[in-house]
């Protein structure tokens, strides 16, 4: 078999510590963006930034992923070629991971500062037989 220059190998030193990397920051990321949600109303800088740089670093595995060499499942051969490769990724895990990785929280502060949107996000209360209105997000 030869090697392609342009196709990674599951068993590439670096791609599994990349695995790694990515596994631990999407443990990380599952606790951390439901509290941010839940919790937080704006991130501190320092927060911010890391958030942008594990979003990186999910937009940087899904590149990665269209030059994964994978196993055929029918013949056992490892398919190294590139064109086979991505429309296998797309066909597959693409939009699930596009999806995971968009800025959520962005594009929520943007919706909130449009005109249309201003209102939606608010949540009534009932304190002193009367009803408050509180917006989620100041």
């Given at each position: 078999?030869?090697?392609?220059?342009?196709?990674i190998y599951?068993?590439?030193r670096w791609y599994r510590t990349w695995t790694k990397f990515i596994q631990i920051w999407a443990l990380y990321s599952s606790f951390f963006t439901p509290l941010e949600f839940g919790f937080f109303r704006g991130l501190p800088e320092n927060l911010f930034i890391l958030d942008i740089v594990g979003q990186v670093a999910f937009l940087l595995d899904i590149i990665l992923h269209f030059f994964l060499a994978y196993r055929d499942s029918q013949t056992y051969r490892m398919v190294c070629k590139p064109t086979s490769i991505a429309i296998r990724y797309l066909k597959s895990n693409f939009l699930i991971d596009l999806l995971g990785c968009m800025p959520w929280?962005?594009?929520y502060k943007v919706l909130l500062?449009?005109?249309t949107y201003a209102s939606f996000p608010q949540v009534y209360t009932y304190s002193n037989n009367s009803f408050n209105n509180e917006e989620l997000v100041g």
């Open positions: 078999m030869t090697q392609n220059r342009c196709v599951i068993k590439c929280d962005m594009i500062s449009s005109p």
